[in-house]
């Protein structure tokens, strides 16, 4: 029931953007007649219609074609996202306390839930490793793409002299597993264990 609730959620827009779409172009074709009309005025307004109702098609179209792509089944799951610091001592700590405060506060923005798996403080405020899970609709789907090395040049606070640093941590970003029931079991037929039988007796 659950994954029937999600394909019906991702469908709905769809069948609504088609259903405008038919609307729009049921009023193109009235609108089209209407353009060769004796009426001056009345062709004049059914002309800028047109244009008007063309475009609302053309915008429509360029909307639908991206929601016709096929869903991924992993994007609706939690996203488990792990930070690190990586070189650049107590500045790349910082950094990846940046970016866990930037990930935590996009995710407040979207309304998902931000549970903290692990977390290891550094000094000066920084953060060595930091593991959390991100619920919520598409939440896989837009963290996903956070995986990676990212790097920073800046001066950072530890710097007396100005001098520009370069600091990176490392985020990792994968699905959520679903729960299963596994049973493992063994079964050996008659036929097997008087297979096995036979020549031990012989022996």
Not at 27 to 36: D, I, V, W
Not at 67 to 78: E, W
Not at 81 to 92: F, L
């Amino acid at each position: 029931m659950a994954a029937l609730g999600r394909e019906l959620r991702h469908l709905q827009p769809l069948v609504q953007m088609g259903t405008r779409l038919d609307r729009y172009e049921q009023e193109l074709a009235e609108t089209r007649e209407l353009t060769g009309s004796d009426d001056a005025d009345m062709a004049q307004e059914a002309k800028a219609e047109e244009g008007r109702l063309q475009k609302s098609i053309d915008d429509l179209l360029v909307e639908i074609k991206p929601a016709l792509i096929p869903h991924d089944p992993l994007d609706d799951r939690p996203a488990i996202v792990e930070i690190r610091g990586g070189a650049g001592g107590d500045e790349a700590a910082i950094f990846a306390a940046d970016l866990y405060r930037m990930y935590t506060r996009f995710a407040e923005g979207r309304r998902w839930r931000v549970e903290v798996i692990s977390q290891s403080d550094g000094t000066l405020g920084g953060v060595k490793e930091a593991i959390f899970k991100v619920k919520g609709e598409g939440a896989f789907g837009a963290m996903r793409w956070e995986s990676g090395v990212h790097r920073v040049q800046r001066v950072p606070v530890t710097e007396s002299q100005g001098r520009i640093h370069t600091s990176a941590a490392t985020v990792a970003v994968l699905p959520e597993a679903e729960e299963i029931d596994l049973k493992i079991g063994t079964r050996i037929s008659a036929s097997m264990c008087f297979a096995r039988l036979v020549p031990a007796a012989r022996a």
